[in-house]
């Protein structure tokens, strides 16, 4: 499907319709923002101040929303306070979003908005983000995901539309290991470590992982940090604030639209395949309920499913691997995927 269809299918769904957006000022959200605004009948953008999110983050979302031309809400509230977020469990992004979403939805109905929406996109369901599964459970709807919109189109979208958006916009809690306590320390470090990587870096993303005593540089293009005067220069700042290690990730960072994987057949060229691993386990039996009307074939027991997609066919495994098979090529491949993927169902943290 090509990109003006999608944005059409998002358009449908939203039109007329009184709307809460989720909105970070990142580029999913931006992208939906700018559809809701075409064709709601009344649209507000809520963005809540956690603080535990990159400097500048408030003030960059509220330019954006001002440029796109709509009412932007501001909740405060502090995660740090929140016990169950800072002891940083495994589920902590499942109750982070739970509470950021149930929040906008109190605010939203008491305003007369109908509908809760947040710039999810099937590239999502490539990486690890437990907090998908609130959507579900708190009745949040995903246009961007429901039309197939992948994140490369969500790219496409903004540039054809001059639209800006901000680079980081995910919580600086994410780059402390699970199992580490979350404290205001490490918070405050973990952002001047990233705003001073910027300051040399310039445009692009950036991590730094705060893992034991460690800070773990994660960027696009590490060679642009390859010189001599920046390295002694962040090494000498991040050690200054409590670092007692400065590494670079060489490997750089992946995109999830480059997590399919080719598996060449030997027989058949009509039997090419293509995989995707999400990070996480599938719930058989529920995931089996939402294909249900494209005539699935399930065995909870051996924690598989099967069924047709266009002129291919989908094996989803309990592991989280899902395989496409009998398609031409990875963009048809990618199309019979992200066909299936809105109705998979995550098993549940443990």
Do not use: W
Not at 23 to 29: N, V
Not at 128 to 142: A, M, S, Y
Not at 217 to 228: A, F, G, K, Q, Y
């Amino acid at each position: 499907m090509d990109l003006e269809s999608k944005v059409e299918r998002v358009k449908t769904a939203l039109r007329g319709e009184r709307i809460a957006v989720g909105f970070s000022g990142g580029a999913d959200s931006t992208a939906l923002l700018d559809m809701a605004a075409d064709v709601a009948d009344t649209v507000v953008a809520f963005t809540v101040d956690t603080g535990v999110m990159p400097r500048g983050f408030i003030e960059g979302a509220s330019g954006i929303a001002r440029e796109i031309g709509v009412e932007h809400v501001v909740l405060e509230m502090n995660l740090l306070e929140n016990v169950e977020f800072a002891k940083n469990a495994a589920d902590r992004c499942f109750v982070c979003k739970n509470i950021i979403y149930s929040s906008i939805i109190r605010e939203a109905h008491n305003r007369g908005l109908d509908v809760v929406a947040d710039g999810t996109t099937a590239s999502d369901m490539f990486e690890d983000r437990p907090g998908v599964l609130v959507n579900h459970l708190l009745g949040i709807r995903t246009p961007l995901l429901d039309a197939g919109m992948k994140r490369s189109d969500v790219i496409e979208y903004l540039r054809s539309r001059g639209l800006n958006y901000l680079e980081e916009t995910t919580c600086l809690a994410t780059r402390i290991r699970t199992g580490e306590e979350i404290t205001p320390e490490r918070i405050n470090r973990i952002s001047y470590a990233e705003s001073l990587i910027r300051s040399v870096y310039g445009d692009g993303k950036i991590r730094v992982r705060h893992e034991g005593e460690s800070a773990i540089i994660e960027v696009d293009e590490p060679e642009r940090l390859l010189e001599t005067p920046i390295i002694r220069h962040l090494d000498d700042e991040l050690r200054a604030v409590g670092f007692r290690r400065v590494l670079l990730d060489l490997t750089g960072r992946k995109t999830p639209d480059e997590a399919m994987i080719y598996r060449p057949c030997r027989d058949a060229e009509s039997r090419i395949m293509f995989e995707v691993k999400l990070p996480y386990s599938i719930d058989i039996a529920r995931t089996c309920r939402e294909l249900m009307d494209r005539g699935p074939r399930c065995s909870e027991k051996m924690g598989v499913i099967m069924l047709e997609a266009g002129d291919g066919n989908v094996t989803i495994f309990r592991n989280g691997k899902i395989v496409a098979r009998r398609v031409r090529d990875q963009e048809e491949a990618e199309d019979v995927i992200l066909e299936v993927i809105p109705h998979i169902m995550r098993e549940p943290v443990s």
